[in-house]
């Protein structure tokens, strides 16, 4: 996370909205090519990283998303009931002009069950 960050601010991308969650871990996942070229993936964070601890309260004061020019989120995220939640604000809160990304990169392994997972994304918009 601390690294991310700093790539980030030295690259000119405004991060004063993006909490720092104590005692949490950054979700890693670890991507190599295969020796036939394809994507091996030989790691995936699942424990309750920061990204699933995010909450409106206390991390983000939803007016600031009025003046947001870009939110960008995936199902990474929706894997944790918490996390929908706070997106669900997120996207009640942003403006009519907020350009919305949406990832769908699934990862199966961090949900409950197939079927919470294409629902939860299913009915993301």
């Given at each position: ?25 950054t ?68 403006a ?30």
């Amino acid at each position: 996370g601390p690294w991310l960050r700093s790539v980030l601010e030295r690259e000119g991308v405004n991060v004063s909205l993006s909490p720092t969650i104590e005692n949490s871990a950054t979700r890693n996942a670890y991507v190599l090519t295969g020796e036939d070229g394809n994507r091996v993936f030989l790691g995936f964070s699942t424990q309750r990283c920061a990204d699933a601890l995010l909450n409106a309260q206390d991390h983000l004061p939803l007016q600031a998303l009025q003046a947001t020019e870009l939110l960008y989120f995936g199902s990474v995220m929706q894997a944790d009931a918490a996390s929908r939640r706070f997106i669900q604000a997120l996207l009640a809160s942003r403006a009519s002009h907020t350009l919305t990304v949406y990832d769908p990169n699934l990862r199966l392994s961090l949900w409950s069950s197939p079927t919470e997972a294409y629902s939860e994304v299913a009915a993301t918009f």
